[in-house]
């Protein structure tokens, strides 16, 4: 049976657009400093109980499984322990990127119009899919982990993921962000056809992240998990704004060829759209900030449980 959605309060996102406003220091482009999170670790939490929906609520459906408890855990902060100690003894940093990916692309399934997908496991029937190319070593690096916590007690695949995406972050020294349990995993797959073409004019990414109830400046921070990675985008494994530092060089231009081979089509695209290019410019001057939130918010966002 195909789980249900819920929204999430949409106050949360009362505190991440006072930094929307914030005003831009510019610097020349060549001299754009690498921000990286350091000394303490950030700490967002995603605790919130679900209220009526309502249009602005609907907004945050897509990850809400990731947050919404489950009467049947009778102890989440034990359950929590389990599952980050199991997905820590198969996570290192050269994995970190692939099973972030993994989290966004089962939540990024969700529909706003008609409130099907979400977080819901059901990637594990879509790895076939072209633009789920790699993504079956990811999942069977979860297997193991899925193996063990099973033996102490059942753990849907949606919830594994979102828990190790939480840590892949947090392992490449990205914010720490707490994760309630209880989703129920999808029995089939989602429809094709739910997740953007990486070679997206940036008109096209907005229409696209529309539909699943993002604005153009969460496309933008959103974006920003391409820091992880083999996209040429800084270091592979560390979590900082060298994403946006990059977009905003524009190497692609270069005459050398080896420049053209950074980042994909729809992530060069955000600095050529004058709306998104904005954002860019704000998400990295104010990196440290609106990036741990905006994650946070993708976490109450996409849900299915």
Known sequence: ????????????????????????????????????????????????????????????????????????????????????????????????????????HDAGTFDKGDKTGGMNGSIVYELDRPENTGLKKSLKILEKAKGQVDAVRPVSWADLIAVAGAEAVLTCGGPKITVKLGRIDATVPDPKGKLPEESLDANSMKQFFQKKGFSAQELVALSGAHTLGSKGFGNPTVFDNSYYKILLEKPWSSPDGMSSMVGLPSDRALVEDDECNRYVLSQYYNFVFMLIFKFRDFYHHQSST
């Open 1 to 104: 049976m195909r789980s249900t959605t819920h929204g999430v309060d949409p106050a949360l996102l009362g505190f991440t657009a006072s930094f929307s406003a914030v005003r831009v220091l510019k610097l020349p482009v060549k001299h754009l400093p690498v921000v990286k999170f350091s000394g303490k670790r950030r700490t967002v939490s995603c605790s919130t109980s679900p209220p009526s929906l309502g249009r602005r609520a609907l907004m945050y459906m897509a990850t809400t499984s990731l947050l919404v408890p489950h009467s049947s855990w009778a102890s989440a902060t034990d359950e929590i322990s389990l599952l980050q100690e199991e997905i820590g003894k198969v996570l290192s940093k050269g994995k970190a990127a692939g099973l972030l990916r993994l989290v966004f």
